[in-house]
């Protein structure tokens, strides 16, 4: 295992989304985030992005929480450190909540709502950030794959980065 230094803006960008978590105008005044540790392991698959298959899609819905892992890229994959994931709690009334943490520290959370359109797209609306309403709320579509079990949720960045969150229980996280 080969450890290396990557900045929080280059998990960020492993992560697609990071462009929808804040708001505008902490979008233009936020200083670039600091440094993180991740560790970046070889996989044994050959070297090409990954890609998302609707076979595995699970037959139940998509509620719990779910903590990012790692994120796969390239025949790569970078583990993500619990001090620096993203967690995601779906409820069953269609809301979702999102936490990113920073050095162990809540960094930013937001939440909205989210729908499953088809077998692959996953939308989620944000309607509030930092406890703060969403004045032109956009949705974002995703494509994701749920394992069977529901316990593995695959997200799809636009720059063919694959995010892993592993499930930790069902319903909120209290």
Do not use: W
Not at 50 to 74: C, F, K, N, R, W
């Amino acid at each position: 295992m080969k450890l290396n230094i990557f900045t929080a803006a280059a998990v960020a960008a492993l992560f697609v989304f990071s462009a929808a978590c804040k708001k505008a105008d902490k979008q233009a005044n936020s200083p670039a985030p600091s440094e993180t540790a991740v560790a970046e392991a070889n996989d044994s698959t050959p070297s090409k992005s990954p890609t998302l298959s609707t076979s595995d899609i699970a037959p139940t819905v998509l509620i719990g929480v779910y903590t990012m892992s790692e994120v796969q890229h390239a025949g790569k994959v970078t583990m993500v450190p619990p001090a620096y994931a993203v967690t995601f709690v779906f409820q069953a009334d269609g809301s979702f909540t999102r936490m990113s943490k920073r050095k162990g520290k809540v960094d930013h959370t937001d939440g909205g709502d989210f729908q499953i359109a088809g077998k692959d797209a996953l939308i989620l609306n944000v309607t509030l950030s930092e406890k703060d309403p969403v004045s032109n709320p956009k949705p974002r579509t995703y494509k994701f794959t749920l394992s069977k079990d529901a316990r593995e949720l695959g997200l799809l960045g636009s720059d063919g980065k694959l995010a892993i969150f592993r499930k930790e229980t069902k319903g909120s996280p209290n």
